[in-house]
Structure formats: C-alpha cells, structure tokens
C-alpha cells in the first residue's frame, strides 16, 4: 500500500504563486510515475502534469504549460507543484496519483485551490 497526502493549497489572488506538496508513505518505494491532476466545481478531473518517480521526465497540461512546474525531493518521497502566475481557472481541488510499477493506482484526499480574481 501506498499513503498519498498533498498539502499546500489555500486562497491566493490571480497572479500569485503556490507550492502544492504531494508526500509519499508506505509502499512509496513501489512508485513509477506520480501525476497531478484537478477538478473545478460541476467539472471533469482533469490532468494537470506529471513526472516519472526518478524525476526525469516531466509532461503538463497545455493549459499550465509555462506556469506550473512539477519537480520532486527523493529523500522526502515528495513530488512538488509549483504554481506560477495563477489564474482565476486554476481553482479547484488539486490531487495526486501514484502508479506503481505494477501499475495500480493510489489517490491523495486532495487540496483545494482557490484564485480570486
């Protein structure tokens, strides 16, 4: 089993930035991939970016491509996303995901992100 808890959400204006943390237990060393992901009230989950476990190879969304940066800490089993320039859409409840090698899934309880405009 692996423990997922993400940490790092909050109300910010448009144009600040956050860190959003995804903290890995467990199982942790079974992790492949970590990848973040988000969902707006009445909206689908939607990918946000992600990076492989051994922080080489990172993908993003188009619409935070130039803003967010997804990075991790292998001693803390810790993916970071950094939020640059943040936008009114950028709202809502941010979650991460780890793959394990086996390809199962774990899902964090979430963090929400709130942007005024």
């Known amino acids: 089993q692996v423990q997922l808890v993400e940490s790092g959400g909050g109300l910010v204006q448009a144009g600040d930035s956050l860190r959003l943390s995804c903290a890995a237990s467990?199982?942790?060393?079974?992790?492949?991939?970590m990848t973040w992901f988000r969902q707006a009230p009445g909206k689908e989950r939607e990918f946000v970016g992600s990076?492989?476990?051994?922080?080489?190879?990172?993908s993003y969304a188009d619409s935070v491509k130039g803003r967010f940066t997804i990075s991790r800490d292998y001693a803390k089993n810790t993916v970071y996303l950094q939020m640059n320039s943040l936008k009114p859409e950028d709202t809502g409840l941010y979650y991460c995901?780890?793959?394990?090698?086996?390809?199962?899934?774990?899902w964090g309880q979430g963090t929400q992100v709130t942007v005024s405009s």
């Open positions: 995901r780890g793959t394990t090698i086996a390809n199962s899934y774990y």
């Open positions: 467990g199982r942790a060393f079974s992790l492949n991939f």
């Open positions: 990076i492989n476990w051994s922080g080489t190879t990172t």
